[in-house]
Every structure is written in structure tokens, then in C-alpha cells.
């Protein structure tokens, strides 16, 4: 809508920006893990140690599992919030960009220009679960490592999308949004990088009328978090199998960790009460 002014005793049409609010659950497809960048990760780029010598190495852990899996999400310390983990807005806001480049009649600038997502960290709702698996590290070299992190296998979250009308409309930021929930996702390994498709996600139908998205809400808060932070499962057998090696090679070679600190300061629970969900087995 055009506003009339005067500006040197002209009058002027002008456009009248104003931005608007969308209020949006959306339902993970595939499972989220989680890729916050770790303490001992931070303080190595703050101050790195400098190369091991070989008594170091045979005396230094080089993974820790457990303590991996609960620095992987980012955590709501307020006991107040709905749930303990996060997603940080950014990434949600970062996979909206990128499916803009393939949506006609968007483009990436004009997007990140003007739309918003609300708030810093976006709560997210489902059980988390410890997960291992074999990657590849970024060096030229390409080396083959492993990697422990939390992953959700079912999750949700309600997103608040703040855009400049009339130059964005409803219907285009939905259409953003479903299309990055298929071709971008969010979190590790998501579909955008091509390989896994991890972190995909849809719009469902409204709230009342999806019930697995009132499922994972219901059965996915911050209390039923907190205990899997404390005493998680494994995501699967393969999972399974490298934790067991793990302990048995650190229990023979007698440089097991001692019990990792909890968020509050208090000692968390040992990680030999992992155990493999019912479904996993069968």
C-alpha cells in the first residue's frame, strides 16, 4: 500500500514497509543431529596445544564419547523453557537462503535482506539419542574419523518468521519454507550437502490436527530431555558396537575418563548404563 507525503512541499507516494509475523510449527522428515562446536573444540582454536608427543598420545584420549554427545547440542540452561535443546535461529534462516536460490523469483540477497527469524535459539522438541558414526575430516588428506554426536530421531519446533510487506508475502515465505524443509534441511549431515539427509523437514497441517507432530511435543519436552542427556541410548547397532569397543580398549589400556560434569556442576552418571532402544534390535 502507497503512503502520500510531502517532502519540499511535493507530494510523494511512498510504499508502506511494515513487517508482519508468522507463527509456524514444522515437523522433522528425517533425523536432526546436532553440530554445536564443542568447549574442547573452542578453546583448542582460543589456544592450541601444539602437537602430541608419543607418550602424550598413549595417555590422551582422543574421543570421549559420552562427554561428545552432551557438548554436541546447544542447551537452554532457563528451567523455565519448554525443552533443554536448541537450535540456533541462523541455521533455519541459512537454510531459507539457500532454497531461495532454486525458487523463481527470489533471490538470496533480497532474502536474507528481508526476512527475519525470532529470537536467538529456536527450542526443539524430541528425544535425543547418542550417535557414532565414521566421517571424513576436512584436511586434504581426507582422513577418516569418528564422530559422536546427540541425534533426534523425531523432532519439532515452532519457528516465529518476521518479513518486510508487501515486498515478501505469506504465501512466498511458506513456500521458502517447504521447499527448504525438502532440499536444505538443517543441522549435520542435512540434505543440502548432497551425501545424507539428515535434518529434513515439513510444514504440517495445524497443530490440533497432526498427531505426531501433539506426539513429539507431548513426549519430547525438557523434562524427558534431561534424562536422555544423562543416560541416552544408542541410535543404533553400529553405534552400539563402537561404544563397546571403546570401553573395553580405554578399560585394557586404563585411561578411562572420569565421570563427566554435568550442566549444574554435578557428576553425570558413568556411560556404561547406555543402552540400545527395543526397535534398534529387532
Known amino acids: 500500500m502507497a503512503t502520500r507525503k510531502t517532502v519540499n512541499d511535493a507530494p510523494i507516494d511512498t510504499l ?113 539419542q547418542l550417535y557414532m558414526t565414521i566421517v571424513r575430516m576436512a584436511d586434504i588428506g581426507r582422513t577418516p574419523d569418528i564422530r559422536t554426536r546427540a541425534i533426534l530421531p523425531t523432532w519439532a519446533c515452532r519457528l516465529t518468521i518476521r518479513y518486510a510487506a508487501p515486498l515478501l508475502t505469506q504465501q512466498t515465505v511458506v513456500n521458502l519454507l517447504v521447499s527448504a524443509g525438502q532440499t536444505v534441511g538443517v543441522g549435520d549431515g542435512r540434505v543440502e550437502k548432497g551425501k545424507l539427509d539428515f535434518g529434513a523437514f515439513r510444514v504440517p497441517n495445524p497443530l490440533e490436527e497432526d498427531p505426531e507432530l501433539l506426539a513429539v511435543i507431548k513426549t519430547g519436552g525438557r523434562a524427558a530431555q534431561e534424562a536422555a542427556m544423562e543416560s541416552p541410548v544408542f541410535y543404533d547397532i553400529e553405534t552400539e558396537d563402537l561404544y563397546a569397543y571403546w570401553q573395553a580398549e580405554t578399560g585394557r589400556r586404563g585411561t578411562r575418563p572420569v565421570k563427566a560434569a554435568s550442566s549444574n556442576g554435578q557428576g553425570a552418571g558413568a556411560p556404561h548404563d547406555l543402552r540400545v532402544p527395543a526397535e534398534v534390535g529387532a
Request: aromatic share 6%.
Open 16 to 128: 508502506d514497509v511494515r513487517m508482519e509475523e508468522l507463527h509456524v510449527w514444522i515437523l522433522g522428515e528425517t533425523p536432526l543431529v546436532c553440530n554445536r562446536v564443542s568447549e574442547k573444540a573452542k578453546h583448542e582454536l582460543l589456544i592450541p596445544r601444539g602437537r602430541l608427543n608419543a607418550a602424550d598420545r598413549q595417555t590422551t584420549l582422543k574421543h570421549d564419547p559420552f562427554a561428545e554427545y552432551r557438548a554436541s547440542p546447544y542447551i537452554l540452561p532457563d528451567p523455565l523453557e519448554a525443552t533443554l535443546l536448541a537450535v540456533k535461529a541462523s541455521a533455519f534462516k541459512g537454510a531459507l537462503l539457500t532454497a531461495s536460490l532454486d525458487m523463481p523469483g527470489t533471490k538470496k540477497a533480497q532474502i536474507g535482506r528481508l526476512l527475519r527469524i525470532g529470537g536467538e535459539m529456536v527450542n526443539i522438541f524430541g528425544v535425543p
